[in-house]
């Protein structure tokens, strides 16, 4: 896993890549780069994840400002890995 507290260039489009966010995050709240870890530590394990995913991406990510699943697919890969 990536670490948090590197510089992230701002490049992708108007809404940012999610490290753009987490440094705005950091920088703009006050939020410490340590509460991103313990946040992670806290996630379901990959099988529940994958499966809390699936259902969401059928049956309610098409209802409002839909997320690509593609690209979120490949960011939750690198989670794991």
């Given amino acids: ?7 992230v260039s701002l490049e ?5 890549t999610p490290a753009e966010g987490l440094q705005k995050l950091f920088r703009d709240c006050g939020v410490s780069p340590e509460k991103v870890h313990e946040l992670i530590r806290e996630l379901p394990n990959e099988q529940h994840a994958n499966r809390l995913l699936e259902w969401f991406f059928t049956k309610f990510n098409h209802l409002r400002y839909p997320i690509d699943e593609t690209v979120f697919r490949q960011c939750e890969l690198k989670l794991w890995t």
């Fill in 1 to 7: 896993m990536r670490s948090v507290e590197g510089t």
């Fill in 12 to 16: 992708l489009d108007e809404h940012g």
